[in-house]
């Protein structure tokens, strides 16, 4: 299955600030996915980024708060801007493999203060 | 909205199999069920999937009705390790659809 690097892995940032997550795949991939995990929740969905194209937004997401990048088929970005403490999270990328569903990066836990 | 639901909690013996469940009755003809879990806020790891005959690999075995509608995932023999929320997913294999996560269940595993 392919292999997710995500950073940072975690970050406490001051409240109206941004902070943009990197995600690298080790094999070229068509779709990847951006979650959100909010403490004690399951992941929500909050975009799914093809390559070339903008992103596709689930609803309650906005690109102005979280635009996300896609320059090529190994890597994206999803910034997280104008931060207040209900963003505090956990944020995730992942893949999808054919044989093993979808892989999943380790997470960037966002606090935000 | 998730196409599967799951019991929020389920307590398990250390040693017994834990079997968890899952009702998937709108799944189509063309989808795989896919059973991940979630270990304390890491990464969702994926254990297991299979379309309509049973599966078994060295972490569980996958356990689907005759008509699709439901499975049970069977950790044969349950450690404290296996203490996690467990996420049974429908999806077409192959396919880059997106996936939603339903809520999970919360799996205990007791000494």
């Known amino acids: 299955s392919a292999v997710i690097s995500q950073k940072p892995s975690r970050d406490i940032c001051q409240r109206g600030t941004s902070l943009t997550i990197q995600c690298q795949v080790d094999s070229q991939v068509t779709m990847m996915f951006w979650y959100r995990q909010q403490p004690g929740q399951s992941l929500t969905l909050i975009a799914t980024a093809n390559q070339g194209s903008e992103a596709t937004y689930e609803s309650g997401f906005v690109i102005d708060k979280f635009p996300i990048s896609r320059p090529n088929l190994t890597f994206s970005t999803l910034t997280v801007s104008n931060m207040s403490p209900e963003d505090s999270s956990i944020y995730l990328c992942?893949?999808?493999?054919?044989?093993?569903?979808?892989?999943f990066g380790s997470g960037t836990r966002l606090t935000v203060v | 909205d998730a196409k599967t639901t799951q019991p929020p909690s389920m307590d398990c013996a250390e040693g017994r199999a834990a079997n968890l469940p899952c009702n998937h009755s709108t799944i189509s003809g063309n989808e795989y069920v896919y059973w991940y879990r979630q270990i304390h806020s890491q990464g969702p790891q994926y254990i297991i999937h299979?379309?309509?005959n049973n599966e078994t690999n060295e972490m569980a075995s996958l356990i689907i009705t005759e008509d699709r509608k439901s499975s049970t995932l069977i950790l044969p023999h349950a450690t404290l390790r296996d203490t996690a929320v467990y996420y049974c997913i429908v999806r077409v294999a192959g396919g880059d659809d997106k996936i939603i996560f339903g809520k999970g269940t919360r799996l205990h595993i007791l000494p």
């Open positions: 299979g379309l309509k």
């Open positions: 992942s893949v999808g493999v054919d044989n093993y569903g979808y892989t």
